[in-house]
């Protein structure tokens, strides 16, 4: 997991949030009980303090051309000579020599990477390396090789631990590793052209990372298989941890007159296509969940690209999120992939939640593309209800970017932390490495705004994190709190309107989820919320594809009773309320286990129950009906005395 820096520029400012936090609550790791683990970075580079204007590829072609430096056109990045090379080198470097130009600049971020000195940085650090004023790329490399030395010792003692398959001594061993890995007909010449070798201690298939030019191995991924049930499960390691590992499995076998490729989102399917069609393919380091922009530069030969990832919805998804990055003009989707939105109607409906099974009876899941208005009465627990639903679809792979501007970071990361070890790690110190670990490995990011910003600085950080980090879903808590006070003296209305406007199209030109946590107006304690408590008019309301309220009843005798109304469900009409249960140990809701009845039909104005929506979910109710919170659901009552909002 990792911590978004003001506006996320410039990218050599990221860090590792743990680092930041244990320093914070006066724990150095050394003193931190349990088993000796990676040591990681804990002090930070400065942060800049005056955000950082992204940059565009006109401005990026205006400079060079100012500056004299020769550049070439590419599909994502611009090629032009690399000033961190051996002046030697740069001599050598001719204009109409394509592969001199070694230098490849992103066009959407202006960040660079020189392919022969692996120099790497952002926009800023190059200005100014070509200006005079510094090295900060070459600071950035350093850093960045600092990590690396670290793992380099446990990486050389796997890799030579490890052994080719068709060297295991046992032939049984040797076939129960095929069959167990889908390899029975993958021949050996296959497996040694992409070296791949089997750890027999860990019965784990063995990847390696090679530096540019195979000098050497920066990293591994370890494949491991696991019995589920009728199906195998793979677990994989990697060294770097995946946020720092970069590796195209299959670079080094790739041509520089290979003009197609085939990108796959497992290893194992590089080596069977590999053999089977005799194409060059590449597996990405993290499959569907995100491609890194780093590895953009590497796939700037090839005119055409395949992508081989899957037959499900979320696979396609991720081709079309990556294809954007790549120019969609040269890249492919399998027919067959497309066939998955239109015969699973379940992965249509989006990605579901393990811990709230009576929301996916209504909303059916969370889908990419749009808008959702939380709100809830002050004081319920809206951030910790919202952070454990954020939660739940980060620990399936839903890339997720927080904006918190009412608390710190620190503390929502705390209540994180907690909510994903479902117990207070205060009281069991000895677990705090193994799921600090586990939650740092999350595809979770954070904001560092806090308070008043403006909807402009917002909208390009989010941006900045779909392209970089391919996140499919922001939480911004709260609007209110992110607006301020500069509206004071003009129409506050009219000011919130235009940001929930500009959050509605970010989330459809993005196919990005929004999940918007607005307060409610003033309302009387003993009056339920409703769709038009929500502060201010109705453009919230009707923007949103989904509106979801806390409603919490106070009561005079004891803990108050908590119920998650589902009031707006664009998707297909369901809408119902079921009820809620905090474990303040573990800061996480829970559906009370003696209620039998959760999900409440809703009656109409003469009594009858209304009809079922479409989708025959038990529970589920058409849109216009309306239900009755504040009362005991055993006992459970509608109200027919207010009208359907």
């Given at each position: ?239 770097p941890r995946p946020g720092a590992y970069h590796n195209l499995f299959g670079l080094p076998l790739i041509s520089r007159r290979d003009a197609e490729v085939v990108l796959t989102s497992r290893e194992l399917d590089s080596l069977a296509l590999s053999q089977s069609t005799g194409l060059p393919t590449l597996s990405l380091p993290r499959g ?114 927080w904006g918190s501007f009412e608390i710190s970071n620190v503390r929502l990361a705390r209540v994180m932390l907690t909510q994903f070890a479902v117990t207070r790690l205060e009281e069991q110190l000895d677990k705090y490495e193994e799921w600090a670990d586990r939650f740092e490995d999350l595809p979770l990011y954070f904001m560092t705004f ?158 009858l129950v209304a009809k079922k929506s479409s989708s025959g979910k038990k529970g589920a109710v058409h849109q216009n009906s309306e239900t009755c919170l504040g009362q005991d659901p055993s006992s459970y009552q509608p109200d027919t005395s207010k009208s359907s909002r």
């Amino acid at each position: 997991m990792w911590l978004l820096l003001r506006r996320a520029y410039p990218l050599r400012i990221l860090l590792p949030l743990r680092g930041e936090w244990v320093g914070r609550r006066g724990l150095p790791r050394s003193l931190a009980p349990g088993p000796p683990r990676r040591r990681y970075r804990k002090e930070a580079l400065p942060a800049v303090e005056i955000p950082v204007s992204p940059v565009t590829t006109t401005e990026i072609r205006q400079y060079l051309r100012t500056h004299g430096i020769p550049f070439q056109d590419g599909h994502s990045c611009l090629r032009a000579p690399s000033p961190f090379v051996a002046s030697s080198d740069i001599k050598n470097q001719k204009k109409d020599d394509t592969t001199s130009f070694c230098l490849f600049i992103d066009k959407t971020t202006g960040h660079f990477h020189c392919m022969t000195s692996l120099a790497e940085g952002s926009w800023e650090d190059f200005q100014a390396s070509v200006e005079g004023r510094g090295d900060g790329a070459k600071e950035g490399v350093l850093l960045r090789e600092s990590s690396e030395t670290e793992d380099r010792e446990e990486v050389l003692r796997i890799w030579n631990r490890a052994i080719p398959l068709w060297e295991l001594p046992d032939p049984e061993e040797a076939q129960l590793a095929r069959v167990m890995f889908g390899l029975t007909k993958v021949t050996d010449d296959t497996l040694r052209r992409f070296s791949v070798r089997y750890l027999r201690s860990t019965r784990s298939l063995v990847f390696p990372w090679f530096t540019p030019g195979n000098s050497g191995l920066r990293g591994l991924k370890l494949l491991g298989a696991e019995g589920q049930e009728n199906e195998v499960q793979y677990v994989d390691t990697t060294i770097p941890r995946p946020g720092a590992y970069h590796n195209l499995f299959g670079l080094p076998l790739i041509s520089r007159r290979d003009a197609e490729v085939v990108l796959t989102s497992r290893e194992l399917d590089s080596l069977a296509l590999s053999q089977s069609t005799g194409l060059p393919t590449l597996s990405l380091p993290r499959g569907t969940v995100c491609l890194p922009p780093a590895l953009l530069p590497y796939l700037e030969q090839f005119r055409r690209i395949v992508f081989w990832l899957g037959d499900d919805l979320r696979s396609w998804e991720a081709a079309k999120l990556f294809a954007r990055k790549l120019n969609p003009k040269r890249c492919s989707l399998l027919r067959e992939e497309v066939l998955g939105e239109l015969s699973n109607v379940e992965q249509v409906a989006g990605v579901r939640w393990n811990r709230f099974p009576d929301l996916n009876r209504l909303l059916k899941g969370h889908r990419k593309g749009e808008l959702t208005v939380f709100t809830g009465p002050t004081g319920s627990g809206k951030t910790t209800f919202i952070s454990e639903y954020a939660l739940d679809l980060c620990t399936q792979g839903v890339n997720t970017l927080w904006g918190s501007f009412e608390i710190s970071n620190v503390r929502l990361a705390r209540v994180m932390l907690t909510q994903f070890a479902v117990t207070r790690l205060e009281e069991q110190l000895d677990k705090y490495e193994e799921w600090a670990d586990r939650f740092e490995d999350l595809p979770l990011y954070f904001m560092t705004f806090h308070g008043q910003q403006s909807i402009r600085s917002v909208i390009d950080t989010m941006q900045h994190a779909v392209y970089v980090y391919d996140v499919c879903h922001v939480v911004i808590d709260n609007l209110q709190f992110m607006m301020g006070h500069e509206q004071l003296s003009t129409d506050r209305i009219a000011a919130q309107d235009y940001i929930v406007g500009a959050f509605r199209k970010f989330a459809t030109d993005n196919s990005c989820h929004v999940t918007l946590v607005i307060h409610p107006r003033k309302e009387d304690d003993d009056k339920e919320l409703q769709t038009a408590s929500i502060f201010g008019s109705a453009k919230a309301s009707q923007e949103a594809d989904n509106v979801l309220i806390l409603q919490d009843r106070k009561l005079v005798t004891g803990p108050g009773k908590r119920y998650l109304q589902v009031s707006k469900n664009r998707f297909d009409g369901d809408v119902g309320v079921f009820p809620l249960e905090f474990n303040k140990s573990s800061l996480t809701f829970s559906i009370p286990p003696k209620s039998k009845a959760r999900l409440k039909k809703v009656k109409d104005d003469n009594g009858l129950v209304a009809k079922k929506s479409s989708s025959g979910k038990k529970g589920a109710v058409h849109q216009n009906s309306e239900t009755c919170l504040g009362q005991d659901p055993s006992s459970y009552q509608p109200d027919t005395s207010k009208s359907s909002r």
